[in-house]
């Protein structure tokens, strides 16, 4: 995985990270979809030790400000919660009879070379940044509002 999509700090500091649908598809204009973010981001602030600053939900894609308290493994946190929430937005899509959503994620699976029958909902990588600076801190806060 290449290094631009690993946190290599041990994750108590702040993270910009994004979350991106695969091929941009527009997921979140419905409440559950996004409440299944937010239960997710939920259920990791209770088990996980997840801070979580700050977060938006846009119609493709998440931006959030994360860390965890206590000095644990962001990466395994946040692999953990996008595996989750795919198999939830998979379930979604089941119950909603959305076919074209279902096929566009099955498509994307097998090019990546997944099993039969496998989805792939996220784009590759979060693309984590680190908020060093008080600067860069409010940038990226400001963006998310």
Request: hydrophobic share 40%; charged share 25%; with cysteine.
């Amino acid at each position: 995985m290449p290094r631009r999509y690993k946190i290599l700090e041990n994750g108590v500091a702040p993270h910009f990270v994004t979350w991106t649908i695969v091929d941009w598809l527009p997921i979140f204009v419905a409440d559950k979809y996004c409440q299944i973010i937010t239960n997710s981001l939920g259920y990791c602030r209770r088990e996980k030790s997840l801070l979580v600053h700050a977060y938006v939900i846009m119609p493709t894609h998440a931006h959030t400000v994360l860390s965890v308290s206590d000095g644990g493994d962001l990466s395994a946190v946040l692999r953990d919660a996008r595996k989750f929430m795919a198999k939830e937005i998979v379930g979604c899509l089941r119950e909603d009879g959305n076919r074209l959503f279902d096929w566009v994620f099955k498509d994307a699976a097998k090019k990546d070379g997944r099993p039969e029958g496998s989805y792939k909902v996220w784009a590759e990588g979060f693309h984590p940044e680190t908020l060093e600076s008080e600067k860069f801190v409010w940038q990226k806060l400001q963006y998310i509002h």
